[in-house]
């Protein structure tokens, strides 16, 4: 009997000891398999297959500022179409993982993410115009759940053109790579030919759906004589590559990254540095911030690129005055 109330006393004790211990912050007495598991967050990447690197490595980079280290305190579900139409599908199937944040990497994805989903928080990587498109009420309180940073791409497209003008005055018939999927660039295209005829340039609009596009647009190109071409949209950048290069024309965009591989210049800002940005908005939502109460952000530093080798390669002079303004001049 004695033996059997020794028994008892011993199990009671132990099991308030365990008890009290699991009660207690940062106990350390309990085996790893009886603590409980922390929930690793878990964000969607939602973009085009052909998205450009540096905006990637941006992200990444961004990331492992915060202290975010995939596959072991974050994960991340990432999502590439191949065209844009795919990628309501993927922002669907995103909501379905239940994932604790979208990232959106342009304005179509944006709006697929959008559509999907009302209560997921969407953080725009890059967008032309938000207010604009409807993608929010307002850039200082954008309410719903959508918030992140816009590029000014629309309101920076005067300014690009003039200064490929300046670069090239030479040039009076320009081609223009816009995707009609996306609800900003056809603002952005609209700015871009006032900005043309003010300076009396012919533009001729071609439209990219997928990389099938390219076949017709190179014969477009040559059969127009167009002496040099803008691209507002990203991606694609082979293809573009692919029929600047073999007709020799000076080419203009807003990112950077197309300057690296091997376009003329580049008038926007810095997207290793801007997609970079987005983790702040990721981070601040997971530490549960509303996504509506975080205002948009706008880049303050514009940077003009140069790539003087491909100046080079196309028998191209640079004026002094686009030397002088540039932030980076490519060897």
Sequence with gaps: M????WSRRRFL????????????????????QLRPATKVPRIGYLARRDWPPPRIQGFKQGLLDRGYLEGENIAI????AERSEQLPELAAELVGLRVDVIVAASTVAIQAAKQATTTVPIVMSASGDPVGTGLVTNLARPEGNVTGLSTLAVGLSAKRMQLFKETVPA??????FWDPSSLDKEKDLRETQVAAQ??????RPLEIRGPESFDSVSEIVARDRIDALITLMDGYQTEI??????HRLPS?????????????????????????RAVEYVDKILKGAKPGDLPVEQPVDIELVVNLKTAQAIGLSIPPSILTQAAELLQ
């Design 2 to 5: 004695r033996a059997h109330l």
């Design 13 to 32: 004790s132990n099991s308030l000891a365990l008890t009290g211990c699991s009660l207690l912050a940062g106990c350390g007495a309990l085996p790893p």
């Design 77 to 80: 579900e990432w999502r590439w």
């Design 171 to 176: 040039m009076a018939h320009v081609g223009i």
């Design 198 to 203: 003010a300076l009396g340039v012919q533009v």
């Design 241 to 246: 590559m692919s029929i600047t290069q073999p």
């Design 252 to 276: 203009m965009c807003e990112a950077r990254g197309f300057t690296l591989g091997g376009g003329l210049m580049s008038y926007g800002a810095n997207p290793f540095i801007w997609y970079g």
